[in-house]
């Protein structure tokens, strides 16, 4: 296991507002394998929605870590608490996340979760995610944080509006279609997220053609502007019907 840091708190600290961080607890030896896709999935979402989620990055082996850890649930605003494998970390975080009166999401990898092996009576009412791939957990977790701290609707420079528009940047005309690992890869991002951002402009600003991997997205040309020519015609009107009343009274 990687040695206990604080890398992690000092970008809160330096980036985002202590109302705007997650503590994450998930169970390392799973995700062994992969643990840099997870983490990525995290990452990605941060950067795009401007938060910070926390990880302890260590086992809970001494008193003097759990204090720690402690402090990163008391400091954030939830906790996201990945409970495959009911990994005993990871249940230890979210009881002291409970005991202290911290609100908690449950995820749970249903491909790894062991068989026959529901949630706790005890652990009915938290609210839970379930996903069977990362891209459904990036796809879950978008759908969490977007709930949890919506983009401000007089806002005109936010992480996803600065994304939505290098996409668009992307397409040279309407006829050439672009598929979604290339989208993702400017902004070098996950395409699970970059398909959760640039789906507020499909029908609109982009339409798509296939279905699943094989989905492409295309730039829909914008109507062309109201002729001039139209507005002086309406200007003419008003002053025609301006002039007849002055004539009557």
Known sequence: MPPLTRRTRRRVAAKVPPERSIFVAYPYRLYAANNLDYRKIFDDLGRAWNVDFVFADSEITSTHILEKIRRYIQATVFGIYDIS???PNVTL??????GLNKQAYIIVDTSKHPENSDVP????GIDRIQYSSFSMLSERLLELVSKRFPIPAKSKST??????KTALELFTDTTTGIAIAD???VPGVSPALAR???APLIGSRIRTEGT???TKYFKIALPPGRPRSLKK???VKTSAKRSSKTRKS
Do not use: C, K, Y
């Open 121 to 124: 009576a005890d652990l009915g």
């Open 85 to 87: 494998s009911w990994n």
């Open 196 to 198: 959760m951002t640039i």
């Open 212 to 214: 699943r991997r094989g």
């Open 183 to 185: 989208i993702a890869a």
């Open 233 to 235: 015609n309406r200007v």
């Open 159 to 164: 992480p996803i509006a600065d994304m939505q």
């Open 93 to 98: 975080e979210l009881g002291l996340a409970l």
